[in-house]
């Protein structure tokens, strides 16, 4: 092996001394790093685990909130169709109570238009009477028996009434 250029004891010290250095190293370094990586890769996991997780709760609190925003829109039209509802009893209330309120006044309006008619009637009576005894009283020149004229003339004027 000299011709080769080889000494054998240096390869044999070289072997012996990489022998020691891997040994060296796989404790010193080695070791280390693989426990390193292993913490490494377990954060790794859990990390991944806990992104898994908050995903989850993420889409689940997207649920519930879609789920109360449904709820929120079905409560908002239930009130909604409530304010119609009232809105619409109270604008029938309205009107009927101004329905009423027209009619009494109507009624309230007839019956005053009657009193007025009844009172122009009673003194239009009162003044034809008046005129027929002026009258009858320049046609004969003398004064007549008032009471019994004024009777004579209401029981015409109510026939005439009777007839109409």
Do not use: C, W
């Not at 044999?12 to 280390?32: D, E, K």
């Not at 292993?38 to 996991?45: P, T």
């Not at 029938?92 to 109507?106: F, G």
């Amino acid at each position: 092996m000299e011709a080769l250029g080889i000494n054998l004891g240096y390869l044999v010290s070289q072997i012996v001394n990489f022998t020691l250095l891997v040994v060296l190293l796989y404790f010193v370094a080695y070791r280390p790093i693989l426990r390193m990586l292993d913490e490494r890769s377990a954060r790794i996991k859990k990390g991944l685990e806990d992104a898994e997780n908050a995903s989850r709760r993420a889409a689940e609190m997207e649920q519930e909130f879609e789920r109360r925003m449904a709820e929120a829109r079905r409560e908002g039209q239930e009130i909604m169709a409530q304010a119609t509802q009232m809105s619409e009893k109270a604008r029938q209330e309205i009107l009927d109570r101004a329905r009423e309120e027209s009619r009494a006044l109507i009624e309230k309006a007839k019956e005053e238009i009657a009193r007025e008619r009844d009172q122009a009637m009673a003194e239009l009576r009162q003044q034809v009477a008046d005129l027929a005894l002026a009258v009858s009283e320049k046609l004969i020149g003398a004064a007549l028996d008032e009471p019994k004229h004024r009777q004579l003339i209401a029981e015409f004027l109510e026939k005439s009434e009777a007839l109409q």
